[in-house]
């Protein structure tokens, strides 16, 4: 008897970073027994109907029948975007964390200035047109963790954000409606991405589509 393949995930990253920031996240999932590959995509210069081409062929690529995504922030965006315009062949389940699929207040407000318009890119501003709201939601189980550790630079651009949020985005922010569980943990918006705990809780999420609470 052969044994079964390890699971793959996808983790895409958000914006401004690459998947370098999400190395000790993909070491810690390979110890929870999971084949983990991380997409990097340019943030900034390209919108996400572009950023979902790429997603789409990278994912084609894959020698595998099932893979899970997890996105972090705008990458969360990214996987629904995926969804729009390319579906994915494989089977699998999403994880988003900390992802604005409610829209966000320091990008808004930082938006009124052109140089913070050209530092965030295209794919942020489609987001803060309302573009996400016009898709459906993926076929897929879908969990959500949200942060409440209020500590980040969306603290010091904008000190008016309400709480709970994780230093950038709110809660509330950060729900999606149609996702199956949602999760609150005590991190902040990047350090989420080096907790303990949410590799712990993304992990069972994509073996049984529910966080271990």
């Not at 690529?61 to 899970?68: E, G, K, M, R």
């Not at 999403?94 to 409610?102: F, K």
């Not at 407000?109 to 987001?127: D, E, I, T």
């Amino acid at each position: 008897m052969t044994n079964a393949r390890p699971q793959t995930v996808v983790l895409l990253h958000g914006l401004w970073f690459s998947g370098y920031i999400l190395f000790v996240l993909a070491r810690r999932l390979r110890r929870h027994g999971f084949t983990v590959h991380v997409f990097s995509y340019p943030s900034v210069r390209a919108d996400l109907s572009t950023n979902a081409e790429r997603l789409a062929r990278f994912l084609d690529a894959l020698d595998a029948d099932t893979v899970h995504l997890v996105g972090h922030s705008l990458g969360g965006i990214l996987i629904r975007a995926l969804f729009h315009y390319s579906p994915p062949r494989q089977a699998g389940r999403i994880v988003t964390l900390g992802t604005p699929h409610g829209g966000s207040r320091v990008a808004r407000h930082l938006s009124r200035h052109a140089l913070w318009r050209r530092l965030m890119g295209s794919g942020v501003a489609q987001l803060l047109a309302g573009t996400p709201r016009e898709w459906s939601s993926p076929p897929r189980e879908i969990g959500v963790i949200c942060g409440t550790r209020s500590f980040g630079m969306g603290r010091l651009l904008y000190r008016s954000l309400p709480r709970p949020n994780d230093g950038l985005l709110t809660v509330k922010e950060s729900a999606f409606p149609a996702a199956r569980e949602h999760l609150v943990l005590p991190l902040s918006h990047t350090g989420m991405l080096f907790s303990h705990t949410l590799a712990r809780q993304v992990a069972a999420f994509l073996r049984s589509g529910r966080f271990a609470h």
